[in-house]
Nanobody
Framework: QVQLVESGGGLVQAGGSLRLSCVDS????????MAWFRQAPGKEREFVAT????????YYADSGKGRFTISRDNAKNTVYLQMNSLKPEDTAVYYC???????????????WGQGTQVTVFS
């Protein structure tokens, strides 16, 4: 059974850092692109970052460029999102997703985790 489980969310002061993790099980992790999306209250889910399955190429939404870093450890079936210099507007539920291509649209991903809450206070 395919399953994605996120962890690492929490409450952090503006300017602080968090590292989210997502463990993937039930598939050949190294063959899938992985991504992070987020959804703030009252807003639609939005793309944050993605990493390809084959060459590790990454792509970021403008909101996270220079602050967020996506990485993967295929030996651990885990994708990470390191978030630095956090802002209150980063407050959202963060979801990891798996798909065949490293796209920026949510419908390009087939499987999703349950999400982890990130709250940034000023």
């Amino acid at each position: 059974q395919v399953q994605l489980v996120e962890s690492g969310g929490g409450l952090v002061q503006a300017g602080g850092s968090l590292r989210l993790s997502c463990v993937d099980s039930g598939r050949t992790f190294s063959s899938y692109a992985m991504a992070w999306f987020r959804q703030a209250p009252g807003k639609e889910r939005e793309f944050v970052a993605t990493i390809s399955w084959n060459d590790g190429r990454t792509y970021y939404a403008d909101s996270g460029k220079g602050r967020f870093t996506i990485s993967r450890d295929n030996a651990k079936n885990t994708v990470y999102l390191q978030m630095n210099s956090l802002k209150p507007e980063d407050t959202a539920v963060y979801y990891c997703a798996a798909g065949l291509i490293a796209g920026t649209m949510s419908d390009e991903y087939d499987d999703w985790g349950q999400g982890t809450q990130v709250t940034v206070f000023s």
